[in-house]
């Protein structure tokens, strides 16, 4: 489908450049937080998986070593897994990853959801920079 057949879900009517939405530049700037918003080229990683059980949304705090505390950028997953084979699974229940927060002290901050009736071994995994 080209461009010009597109139409507005809204209106119906074509879709043109003019109905793009746009961040502007005062909403969306480098941080300065931690590294002085440079980007990192090359940089070191590391990561650990957290086994927990659970259900509906429910937070922990991580320890993390070698966490360079609120400044560090971190990156996170989550998935339900066996305990019998120490594997990911794809089970029926929906399980997302909602914040992923750093903190001093070496810890990061999760908040998963699990939606399920009762709780399900579930595995966050971070990969964080330690440069």
Known sequence: MSHHTLREPATGGPASDDNVLRARTEEA?????????????????????????????????LDVPAFKGAYAMVLGSVTEYSRATD???????VVTLHNLVSMDRGQVGVRVGVN????????????????
Do not use: C, Y
């Open 116 to 131: 399920w009736h009762e709780d399900l071994d579930i595995r966050v995994t971070l990969l964080w920079f330690i440069t």
């Open 87 to 93: 594997k990911p699974v794809m089970g029926d229940a």
């Open 29 to 61: 700037n480098p941080s300065a937080g931690g590294i002085a918003g440079k980007a990192l080229f090359n940089p070191e990683m590391a990561s650990q998986s957290f086994d927990m059980r659970g259900h509906g949304v429910f937070q922990r705090i």
